[in-house]
C-alpha cells in the first residue's frame, strides 16, 4: 500500500463511507485536515488502549505521517480501519470517531475536492450534491465562496497551531 493509501482508509473509516476519497486526491490539505482528525481521536481516546500492544504505538507519535512510518515499517501491529473498528464497539469512546468526523466533514470533503484547482461550476456541482444549495441565487453563490474562504483560514489556523 502506498502512504496516499493509507489516508484513503482512515478518511473512508473515520467518515463511514460518506465521504470517498481516491489516492490522487490526497493532497497536502488533505493530508493536514487528516492529521488534526487523528490527533483529536488520539487525544479522545488516548486512555482506552493503556497497556494495549497491538494499538500502543498509535499513541506514541504525533501525527498520522508518524503513524504512516511505524505501519509501513511493520512496528505498529494493528490497522487502522482495526483502530477505528475497536474504538467504534466501546460505546464510551465512540463519541470520540463521530465528533472529530462531523467536526472535520465539510471541510475534508472541500479538501478532497481541491478547492484551489476547482472551478466554481464544480464547487456549485459538489455543493448541490451535498447541501440544499440554490445555484441560480447569486447571493448564495457570493455567500458560499465567502464560506470557502473562511474554511481555508480555518485550516491554515488549526495547521499553524
Do not use: P
Amino acid at each position: 500500500m502506498s502512504n496516499e493509501d493509507y489516508y484513503v482508509e482512515f478518511i473512508t473509516k473515520v467518515f463511514s463511507g460518506s465521504l470517498s476519497a481516491t489516492a490522487t486526491q490526497i493532497n497536502d490539505d488533505v493530508k493536514s485536515i487528516t492529521n488534526l482528525v487523528f490527533l483529536e481521536i488520539q487525544k479522545c481516546t488516548g486512555t482506552m488502549f493503556a497497556g494495549d500492544a497491538i494499538y500502543a504505538l498509535f499513541y506514541n507519535v504525533t501525527s498520522f505521517a508518524d503513524l504512516l512510518v511505524n505501519i509501513v515499517s511493520g512496528i505498529a501491529l494493528g490497522t487502522i480501519s482495526g483502530w477505528i473498528d475497536v474504538i467504534r464497539q466501546n460505546i464510551k469512546y465512540r463519541v470520540c470517531v463521530d465528533a472529530a468526523a462531523f467536526k472535520w466533514k465539510s471541510v475534508m470533503a472541500l479538501a478532497l475536492l481541491d478547492m484551489s484547482r476547482a472551478s466554481k461550476e464544480e464547487i456549485i456541482g459538489f455543493l448541490k450534491i451535498n447541501a440544499d444549495f440554490d445555484a441560480t441565487n447569486d447571493e448564495e453563490i457570493r455567500n458560499v465562496f465567502h464560506l470557502l474562504r473562511q474554511i481555508s483560514a480555518k485550516i491554515k489556523e488549526a495547521q499553524d497551531k
